[in-house]
């Protein structure tokens, strides 16, 4: 799943948004929440995978 918690599968990102007041929140997304949640494969298929970005 996406949480602030662990994965029980395969971890493939971790996402930390900046807002605008100041808040990072830091989410965890798991393989099996990827490509199995309906909204995800929805966001997917609608507007495609971006590989991360090493900086």
Not at 20 to 30: E, L
Request: aromatic share 8%; net charge negative; charged share 25%.
């Amino acid at each position: 799943m996406a949480s602030r918690g662990d994965c029980d599968h395969k971890l493939v990102a971790e996402v930390r948004p900046e807002y605008s007041d100041g808040t990072s929140p830091r989410w965890r997304v798991c393989g099996e929440w990827l490509t199995g949640h309906p909204a995800a494969v929805a966001h997917i298929i609608a507007k495609g995978f971006q590989e991360p970005i090493i900086s």
